[in-house]
Every structure is written in structure tokens, then in C-alpha cells.
């Protein structure tokens, strides 16, 4: 069973940088063909793709946002780190990890989710 858990500091302040890291367990980041997303959903929006790295390293985001993100990962501690920079109130989000396997249709594991709050 393949676990994800978010970690990171709760409240951030405007123009500084937001890190979170998501611990793996159960499975390894590098096993082909899985792909770890972050996600996040702003207070009564929907889901918002941000970008992912792959089994390989290779990493890819969402257009909106690649100027402010960087993805990157930790293979002996089996962990993936978002880092986002100049960060707004509109960056308030629950943020979460997630798995997708190649050409598959859906995430099959998520985590639990981790609010992080924008404010000064």
C-alpha cells in the first residue's frame, strides 16, 4: 500500500517562498512509470494541477504557474519537494501529493492534504 504525507509550514508569508515535501512510502518515487503531482484546491475552487516529477527526474508544470515553481526530489529519503516562490493570498490552498502511473486515467494514491495560508 502506497502511503503519501505531506509536510510543510502551515503559514507563510506574502513574498516569500512556500516548500512543502511529500514523504513516500510503501513504494519507490523511481519505479517506472509513476508520476508525483503536487495539487492544490483554493477555499471553493477546484482542483489545480501544478506540476509533477517523474520516475525518471524529469519534471514538468503547469503553464500558470512554471515561472514560480520548482519541483525536485530527495531519492534516498523517498521524498518530492514543491518549492513556490513569490507567494500571494491567492496561493491560500489545501495542498496535496499525489501518484498517477502512465497513461493511466486517474491518481491512485493521494495525501492527506496540507493547509498552507498565505497571509502577513
Known amino acids: 500500500q502506497v502511503q503519501l504525507q505531506e509536510s510543510g509550514p502551515g503559514l507563510v508569508k506574502p513574498s516569500q517562498t512556500l516548500s512543502l515535501t511529500c514523504t513516500v512510502s510503501g513504494g519507490s518515487i523511481t519505479t517506472n512509470y509513476y508520476y508525483w503531482s503536487w495539487i492544490r484546491q483554493p477555499p471553493g475552487k477546484g482542483l489545480e494541477w501544478m506540476g509533477a516529477?517523474?520516475?525518471?527526474?524529469?519534471?514538468y508544470y503547469s503553464p500558470s504557474l512554471k515561472s514560480r515553481t520548482s519541483i525536485s526530489r530527495d531519492t534516498s529519503k523517498n521524498q518530492f519537494t514543491l518549492q513556490l516562490s513569490s507567494v500571494t493570498p491567492e496561493d491560500t490552498a489545501m495542498y496535496y501529493c499525489a501518484r498517477v502511473g502512465w497513461g493511466r486515467p486517474q491518481y491512485d494514491y493521494w495525501g492527506q492534504g496540507t493547509q498552507v495560508t498565505v497571509s502577513s
Open positions: 516529477i517523474a520516475y525518471s527526474g524529469s519534471t
